[in-house]
Nanobody, 127 residues
Framework: QVQVAESGGGSVQPGDSVRLSCTVS????????IGWFRQAPGKEREFVAI??????????YYSEAANGRFTISRDNNKRVVYLQMNSLQPEDTAVYYC??????????????????WGQGTQVTVSS
């Protein structure tokens, strides 16, 4: 049984920072890309960031919205992936989902290639 669990969400003000954590069990952690999607009210789920598996280079990939503000990292020994989000703005308000994937690198940003989804953690940015 694969389990994906996010934590660290909450309510913050514009300009604040949040660090999300994702723990994964029930699979070989090193064989999967691990990353994050988000869904705002009334919108479709969108890619945020993902860190490729070691066998595919072990590198971070970002959406245009995340690039420059967010940092994804992974610890293959602790089986944890982090998303550090800085300079948060109201448009970042969404439910953030941790995901696993074994996609080719050309499709690593595609929701259709996700294997497992976490339950989501709410991040609300407002004044």
């Amino acid at each position: 049984q694969v389990q994906v669990a996010e934590s660290g969400g909450g309510s913050v003000q514009p300009g604040d920072s949040v660090r999300l954590s994702c723990t994964v069990s029930g699979l070989n952690f090193r064989d999967y890309h691990i990353g994050w999607f988000r869904q705002a009210p009334g919108k479709e789920r969108e890619f945020v960031a993902i860190y490729s598996r070691p066998g595919s280079g072990g590198r971070p990939y970002y959406s245009e919205a995340a690039n420059g503000r967010f940092t994804i990292s992974r610890d293959n020994n602790k089986r944890v992936v982090y998303l550090q989000m800085n300079s948060l703005q109201p448009e970042d308000t969404a439910v953030y989902y941790c995901v696993t994937s074994q996609a080719a690198l050309s499709a690593i940003r595609y929701a259709e290639m996700v294997r497992s989804w976490g339950q989501g953690t709410q991040v609300t940015v407002s004044s």
